[in-house]
């Protein structure tokens, strides 16, 4: 009948119907209904939470760097410069701590602490420092964010997205067994090994992670000619540095406690993707808080890059890692960041 | 608050536990509050212009009923018209003017300073004009007898089930509904849950999930080359079908909980197999506003071929520029008519059902059909007519297709192939209620398959659904 009524005009049941609340013939078809919807809420969330190996690349690397990769100890007692970079997933791909660390020789240990498709670092800086590790440089590839307000009281209730995602915490796994199923062609076990063995190598590369199954073109490099229509090369990528932020003010407050100092320093972008950052700004090295310690900018807002050292529009290839990673490091060199 | 959002279930679970405890000589007050409620959560200060509308159009009702004399009546009808047209066209149409008055004027030589009146429309105004001035005119023309009840009228103004987007009503089949009481049965809870679980499967699974591809598309349409024209274009026919069919579903579903019945206003409108029977299909409760209130009384089908073809060129015209203040939708109203009389022609001066076997009859009309409704919506969704014309241009143009652009707009692997199980769900069920409705009739009277579809459709939404917020495409109309 459900079916028939949605192309139907079926007759309303007026107020003369007889059934009404209550009754027997609610009870039986309406404590099923409820009882399966329970039950395969109850299996999906068994299942999610027996095989996180069937999550997707992405928040595997998520959940391993906000957990055992900032719970493990970082930094020995003979580094003297302990550094933290943090951004998104062209961080991950893009920083390479011990290419960087080589360049200044002994005493520098570096960690690439960049989350995929996340930019808020605090929760996992927080994390860090409450395990004792404890740096001594905050690398910003993207500022802090412009939250000015503390979130409203039952925020959760104003944000459908955040609401449904915390009463269906497995809500990703349906997707993530699909994505499995194909990337493995159905040799789970075989999955199962390969994920966890490529988190582990992301913890010995400190943080360091390839995004192999986002690359389409031989050799991981995209052609020369590569655009996308999204490419925007004659707009310039400007970062904004909020003035107020509650974000800041914590950052600010954890410095002043663990004594380390905030460099925002440059990110990059695919040639085409953006207009080249002003020249002007190359050897900028400016002071933007003026608090205690002090926080810079240094470099322009971002590097860009021919599209062979690309896999994919977004992030950088090994070949381009080594590359932003040496930038990187000779611009802090120059400016004597540490 | 919108249909697809948890504020909404909140809203709406606890308007029924109070509309079916209270005595039902308090249910009209009920309604009638939430219907306010409902509709001042966007901006309360629009609840105004929903009084308005509807004490002017209850009075002129009973003064027409008291008139003693055809011109009294005429008078108090008109003074209706030129009230719900006036405020229409102020709020929705008067900066769009001005601003086309200074660009003639800047035409001819006179440059005057760009000021518009940055007048906020509010939401649902169109339809609840239409729905308001429908009762005017069936009054005047003896077709419903005038409501004295000011509350029932108020209830068939405010319905907040279809008070934004429709379906625009009729007061003779909604004022008898709004005069009893009414009750929570199994059946109308069972049917109602499932036509609104049906529409937000369209909204929330389908249309929103396309949206951002046809977004980025028609935000910078000189970026994509032919080929994605071309899928933005049939995206998009998807995505305003999904959008406000779903919206139409959910309104039909939360109605049917209460005990209202509101009128179908899509029957699978793409497996019409010409253009007339498109509009048959789509939208229909405006159709048949358009048909009865406006290509009636212009002369209808009566006359000879180019009275009639008038008659459609203006009522296409008028209901395109109904749906907003844009030349891009008097172009969409414009191509159906002009579609409309050129199929009429066609058929008249070729006569296809002598020569030509009705299966090729229906392929041929259908491609006809498909061709000219998707013309008509690269007008309806481009930002201007300059840049449907580049899109419609390029579409002549196919160029190479990447994985990465299909990737950017969120069209690649899983998400694709999410859509197109649920495009696959949606065509097996629309193709059965156009063609095999009494298949699915006796599937539905099997309890286990009703249990199955119920909960598959809750966990299909809950865990592929869109969720955020995102506002139904009839919304600014």
Known sequence: MAFTEIGSDGPVARSSAVSAVGSARWRRPTVTFVGLLLLIWLILYGLHALLPEIQSGAMAIYAAKSGRFVKQQMFGPSDRVRIMIFGDSRVITGFYPGEFDNSFGEGVRSYNMGLPAERRFLPQLEAALAQGNVPTHVLLTYPWGDEAEPAPRFALLRDDNKLINALLPFRAFPRDVVLFAYNYRFRFAEGIRYTGAQIDQMIVDRGWYFIRWQSHFANDALPDDFAIPSDRSRQIDAREVPARSLVRDRLMQLASQYGFKVLLVPGYHRDREFAAAPATDADRDTVVLNSSPLVRVIGPDYFTYPTRFFADPVHLNPRGRSIYTAELAALLKKHQAF | ?477
Not at chain 2, 25 to 43: G, H
Not at chain 2, 343 to 354: D, N
Request: hydrophobic residues 55%.
């Open chain 2, 1 to 477: 608050m919108l249909f697809n959002s948890f504020e909404f279930v909140a809203f709406f679970a606890a308007f029924l536990a109070v509309f079916f405890t209270a005595p039902t000589r308090l249910q009209p007050y009920t309604l009638l509050v939430a219907s306010y409620v409902f509709y001042m959560s966007w901006r309360p200060s629009f609840a105004l212009l929903l009084a308005l509308t509807t004490v002017v159009d209850y009075t002129t009702a009973v003064v027409m009923v008291r008139s003693r004399s055809q011109a009294a009546r005429r008078a108090a009808m008109l003074t209706a018209l030129t009230i719900n047209l006036g405020i229409l066209g102020t709020v929705k149409y008067l900066d769009f003017m001005i601003t086309n008055a200074i660009g003639v004027m800047g035409l001819l030589g006179y440059n005057l300073s760009h000021e518009t009146l940055g007048l906020v429309l509010p939401l649902g105004i169109s339809f609840y004009t239409f729905q308001s001035i429908s009762y005017t005119l069936d009054v005047y023309h003896r077709r419903v007898e005038a409501e004295h009840n000011f509350l029932t009228y108020a209830q068939y103004v405010s319905f907040f089930p279809q008070l934004i987007a429709g379906p625009i009503e009729r007061a003779a089949h909604m004022l008898p509904q709004f005069r009893i009481g009414h009750r929570l049965t199994y059946d109308n809870l069972t049917s109602g849950l499932f036509l609104v679980g049906w529409g937000l499967f369209k909204k929330m699974c389908i249309a929103d999930a396309i949206g951002p591809a046809v977004n980025s598309i028609y935000t910078s349409p000189a970026d994509y080359a032919g080929t994605y024209q071309i899928v933005a274009a049939v995206l998009f026919a998807i995505q305003i079908y999904c959008d406000f069919s779903g919206y139409s579903d959910v309104a039909r579903g939360t109605a049917r909980i209460m005990g209202v019945d509101l009128m179908i206003n899509f029957r699978q409108p793409y497996f019409a197999t010409s253009l007339q029977e498109f509009w048959h299909r789509w939208h229909i409760s405006l159709s048949t506003w358009f048909r009865d209130y406006l290509f009636i009384p212009l002369g209808g089908s009566r006359g000879g071929e180019l009275s009639v073809a008038r008659n459609l060129m203006i009522v296409f015209v008028v209901s395109g520029i109904w749906h907003g203040a844009a030349w891009t939708f008097a172009a969409w109203g414009t191509i159906h008519g002009a579609g409309l009389v050129i199929e009429r022609a066609v058929i008249r001066l070729v006569r296809p059902e002598i020569w030509l076997a009705a299966p090729a009859r229906r392929l041929i009309g259908w491609c006809w059909m498909m061709i000219v409704v998707l013309v008509g919506w690269v007008f309806f969704r481009s930002s201007s007519i300059a840049n449907a014309i580049d899109a419609l241009q390029s579409m002549t143009q196919l160029g190479a297709v990447s994985y990465f652009t299909f990737k950017m707009l969120n069209l690649a692997s899983v998400e694709m192939m999410m859509l197109m199980i649920s495009l696959t769900v949606l065509l097996v069920v629309d193709f059965h209620l156009a063609f095999r409705a009494g298949r699915l009739e006796a599937l539905g009277c099997r309890r286990w398959v009703s249990t199955g579809a119920g909960i598959a459709i809750v966990y299909y939404i809950l865990l592929f659904g869109v969720f955020g917020h995102l506002e139904f495409i009839y919304f600014q109309f």
